[in-house]
């Protein structure tokens, strides 16, 4: 198409433009997340994700060793949950997560540590094996806030022979939420399933035989019906929450 | 002629005053062996007004643009009289080539 003007000429041109499509969940960037370990540590201290822009959703996903909480260091972030909570002794792993909203300033990294060392015990560091899984999310929305209802369990340190969380646990008042799902737990994951039809997005196992899962749906729906289990089951802890949607 | 016709009047006299201004300044900015494009742009599905639009043409006389206003108007002048193609973009809308 081209436009021919002459001279004298005025010519009226209206224009018709088709929005773009909206995609009516939050996103969770798989390509920019990143990742930590820590070995014998107080701290472990992830990078910011690639192409964090100003208005992002940052979310952490912290796993600890035995019940020992983080708390973030220099830089402020909501926390969403700690399972379990309060803490239990002996019981290990614990999972947090924390959110913040990028700003126009946002650090290279983040740290996160444990609290002042607490009495000695068999491990010298609280974070004999921490982790970290930081994400950006977009099209998240705001009204009450970003998380909406949260659904978390742990085990006592006993044997089971499977634990479940089910996402029909959790009170969803938004359709298309993102549910996003962290688990950590203390056992071979050679007999760890999950089931469902959420795809995991990002996992790790060290030698101490510990793993992270994240099962993401990447797209919301009024309802869920996903199962994450593990058979069998040891030293599990886990959460589940929603983000909610920008529209 | 009471008050409020008395400002009545003196309203659409200074409202004439404005419009025969802005009517001379643009003869006096417009040169008449150019060409001129103008127009409204609008959301192809609702009919709404799309302001922040970039109206942009590429041609003999280089690249002339125009943001859209607010009502989605937009007006181009002293455009050198050629061929000329080019697209009207909008981060929220899909580009609609010209």
Redesign the interface.
């Known amino acids: 198409?081209?436009?021919?003007?002459?001279?004298?000429?005025?010519?009226?041109?209206?224009?018709?433009?088709?929005?773009?499509p909206v995609t009516p969940y939050p996103i969770w960037h798989t390509a920019d997340q990143k990742a930590a370990i820590a070995w014998n540590s107080y701290q472990v201290t992830v990078d910011r994700p690639n192409n964090v822009q100003e208005g992002d959703l940052l979310v952490a996903l912290v796993s600890t060793d035995f019940s020992y909480s983080v708390s973030e260091r220099n830089y402020p972030f909501n926390l969403i949950a700690k399972i379990p909570d309060p803490d239990i002794p002996q019981s290990w792993p614990t999972t947090q997560a924390f959110y913040r909203i990028a700003t126009s300033n946002e650090p290279s990294s983040y740290t996160f540590r444990t609290p002042d060392p607490r009495p000695p015990r068999e491990d010298p560091y609280p974070l004999n094996s921490g982790f970290v899984l930081m994400g950006r999310v977009t099209n998240y929305g705001l009204s009450p806030g970003p998380v909406d209802g949260v659904y978390g369990r742990s085990s006592d340190g006993a044997h089971h022979s499977s634990i479940q969380f089910h996402a029909s646990q959790l009170l969803v008042s938004v359709p298309t939420s993102l549910l996003i799902t962290f688990t950590s737990h203390w056992i071979n994951v050679e007999f760890t399933r999950i089931r469902g039809t959420a795809p995991m997005i990002w996992e790790i196992l060290d030698i101490a035989l510990r793993s992270i899962r994240i099962a993401d749906p990447l797209e919301g729906q009024p309802t869920w019906n996903r199962t994450i289990e593990f058979t069998p089951a040891e030293r599990v802890a886990g959460m589940m929450f929603n983000i909610i949607p920008g529209l | 002629m009471d008050e409020r016709k008395k400002g009545i009047a003196a309203a659409a006299g200074v409202g004439g005053a404005i419009l025969t201004f802005l009517l001379l300044r643009k003869k006096a900015v417009s040169d008449?062996?150019?060409?001129?494009?103008?127009?409204?742009?609008?959301?192809?599905?609702t009919g709404g007004n799309?302001a922040g639009?970039v109206?942009a043409?590429t041609?003999p006389g280089g690249v002339y643009d125009a943001v859209t206003a607010g009502n989605g108007n937009y007006r181009i002048i002293n455009?050198e009289?050629?061929?000329?193609?080019?697209a009207?973009t909008?981060p929220?809308?899909?580009t609609?080539?010209?």
């Open positions: 198409m081209a436009i021919t003007l002459q001279p004298g000429q005025q010519l009226p041109l209206n224009v018709q433009l088709t929005p773009l | 008449p062996d150019k060409a001129e494009l103008y127009g409204k742009v609008t959301n192809a599905q799309v639009a109206v043409i041609g455009i009289p050629g061929t000329y193609s080019g009207v909008h929220d809308y899909e609609h080539p010209l």
